[in-house]
């Protein structure tokens, strides 16, 4: 498992981006800008409630995670080549794994939201998908150095999800693909190493809570 600790900085920083939004400073465009920001604004409204349980946390973040990111493209984009060898069920189920992983690590960490602050900077666009690129940064509640997050989000109105997510220009789903990659190449090129992984780090989270 200890390869999947990277991996799972990976997730965290993904889960922080949406942590740390607050009301922005900068008005975002009516488009990618504005989903941005009404994601975070989602997020702060209904995770950050004290008085709800951890499982109901738990299931805001998924509903919010599956609206506002495609989970399953990240998934099988940092799966890679592996995913063309897997059965169709063993794909169902590394889906469940990764999502379940993303949630069991950080949906409680929400209830531990400091006061950060998020400003989008601007909005541009950026391949043959015309996705857009939103530019922001995160600024800490301590008055510490700002962090540059870059958010790519594909599709418009209620089709847009964000598809990868860069920190200070280090793009989080190609990070995450040469963890998971590591984790197969360890277990002998047998994808089954990284489900068992999976496995055995979502059920462990699961059984602390």
């Known amino acids: 498992m200890t390869r999947l600790t990277r991996t799972l ?9 949406v942590l740390s939004f607050q009301a922005a400073s900068a008005a975002p465009d009516s488009g990618a800008g504005a989903f941005v920001k ?25 509903a ?32 469940a794994l990764f999502e379940d992983l993303i949630v069991a690590t950080y949906a409680a960490r929400f209830a531990e939201y ?7 900077k601007r909005v541009t666009t950026q391949g043959n998908e015309g996705d857009s690129i939103v530019m922001s940064e995160i600024r800490p ?5 700002p962090i540059r ?32 990659t590591a984790v197969i190449q ?11 992984a999976l496995r055995k780090k979502t059920g462990n989270l699961k059984s602390r809570q």
Do not use: H
Not at 74 to 81: K, S
Not at 157 to 167: P, T
């Open 9 to 17: 900085f990976v997730c965290s920083a993904l889960v922080y981006c």
């Open 38 to 62: 009404q994601l975070g604004d989602r997020a702060i409204q209904t995770l950050t409630v004290k008085e709800i349980s951890e499982a109901e946390r738990e299931e805001r973040f998924r």
């Open 64 to 95: 919010l995670l599956r609206d506002g990111f495609d989970v399953r493209r990240i998934g099988r984009f940092v799966l890679g080549r592996y995913v063309r060898s897997m059965k169709p069920a063993l794909v169902e189920e590394y889906n």
């Open 114 to 120: 400091s006061g950060q602050t998020f400003d989008i």
């Open 141 to 145: 509640a301590d008055g510490g150095t």
């Open 149 to 180: 997050v870059d958010w790519q989000v594909r599709g418009e109105g209620n089709d847009a999800k964000i598809i990868d997510v860069r920190v200070e220009g280090v793009s989080m789903s190609l990070t995450q693909r040469e963890e998971f």
């Open 186 to 196: 360890q277990g002998g090129g047998n994808v089954d190493s990284l489900l068992d």
